[in-house]
DNA sequence: TAGTGGTCTAGACCACCCA
DNA sequence: GGGTGGTCTAGACCACTAC
């Protein structure tokens, strides 16, 4: 309003929105290289790949790290009242869900509300929608709830495998939402640059007797879900 | 853990980090000058600026625009499912909140899930804690449930006003919460550089008969909240 | 091996903030 | 008016991907 987009990489922001409005592109579809780009508008690489920044940081397209840029899918809708999870939650949107278990170790870990050095298992997945890595994911399970659950096919619903072998199931859980930056493994398995925002979910999963079962530190790819939340009123409903 | 941070921006990005842990920085404290960092680490301005970005990408820094780099204070906690608004969920986490209207016009608008070009009361805010512009917010609210509400105090709570002057009460909200970036109005107003990333909360009140009452269009800067939720338990299950 | 993005240099000018 | 960050140039080499 006030700014006109004086500036080359605001035009050029512009340039590649229209394009993309038109339909020129289509979800999914691969940006031309960034030097072609930066030939077309005239400009250095580093001006072109700062306006590539913006609309990565508006959602707009994403980038697989030394692969290219690309149009950003639509987002996911996730909503932390329900008790829908991943698998669920992916197929009632339409879409196809993935995961590939990357490690699963027993582990001493200081995170959650536990005693220090208190012996936990660690499993690590990657989650795909529409063969997308959307989300990196560090499971924390007390080992005494879940004997021999290493042993077990942990690329599939870890909830349902709570509920059917172990007879826990989850009640109320807790999240933890907030913009963070993609480092190390999150990062590389998410095929994501160093320092590429992230968001962020931290949750900690109860059982029927309130009792804390996990906690899951979800890595998301930024432009991949809205988080949605509808307060009832507290009252009669 | 599997990155040793061999590249300069990493490495820079780890001492400054280590500067800020050892304590020489404390919170709104403000960062040296671009051109004296990059001296003091031996290398360019826009190496050193990715550094910096990289921090302002975890929340660590934050910048204002053209004035320089600053500690981030601790961030807010945000609960959706609660009703405490924004003076009221400040203040209980002992920080000072202050509001600034910006402007207050009626305008034709077509948000919200309402017929098109319907007529609405826009109006704007800014919004901060201990001092620094954390939100800067739209208000949409339908001007018949309202009448005469441009001429009163707009910078003190607008939910107490709909409550004690018209009768109305807040019931349930949707939320949807998701990264964004800044533009324009936005970006000038929390003092942001364009196409910083943000968390955009939209928000829609209903009042204790269902009724929408209105709609916030809010534009948190990113690293200055967390969103929190807890998912209880829907009843006896 | 060719092409991609990731990183980096050593400068430059401009718009704005503050004393 | 001096210092700040915002923007921009015209190159360069490296690490990795895809073929």
Redesign the pocket.
């Known amino acids: 309003m006030t700014e006109k987009s004086t500036?080359?990489?605001?035009?050029i922001r512009q340039a590649l929105l229209a394009q993309i409005a038109s339909g020129s592109l289509v979800s999914g579809a691969k940006?031309?290289?960034?030097?072609?780009l930066s030939d077309a508008f005239?400009?250095?690489?580093?001006?072109l790949?700062?306006a590539l920044l913006r609309l990565e940081a508006e959602g707009c397209i994403y980038?697989?790290?030394?692969?290219?840029?690309f149009l950003t899918p639509p987002p996911l809708s996730y909503d932390p009242t329900t008790k829908s999870f991943f698998n669920q939650m992916v197929l009632s949107q339409g879409r196809q869900p993935a995961t590939r278990l990357l490690s699963a170790d027993p582990e001493l870990c200081m995170k959650m509300a536990l005693p220090p050095a208190t012996a936990l298992h660690r499993i690590r997945r990657l989650r795909f929608v529409d063969g997308r890595a959307v989300m990196f994911v560090e499971h924390l399970l007390k080992p005494d709830l879940f004997p021999d659950i290493l042993t077990r096919d942990l690329s599939s619903s870890l909830t349902t495998m709570y509920r059917e072998h172990y007879g826990i199931h989850s009640g109320r859980a807790t999240f933890d939402i907030f913009p963070a930056a993609a480092y190390g493994d999150a990062a590389r398995h998410l095929?994501v640059?160093?320092?590429s925002p992230l968001l962020m979910i931290i949750r900690i999963n109860y059982d029927q007797h309130g009792r804390v079962i996990d906690c899951d530190r979800e890595y998301w790819r930024h432009d991949a879900l809205r988080v949605s939340v509808d307060s009832h009123a507290p009252a009669i409903v």
């Open positions: 500036t080359q990489v605001a035009g940006l031309p290289s960034e030097r072609d005239a400009t250095s690489r580093i001006t790949k700062q980038r697989e790290s030394r692969r290219g840029w095929t640059a160093e320092g």
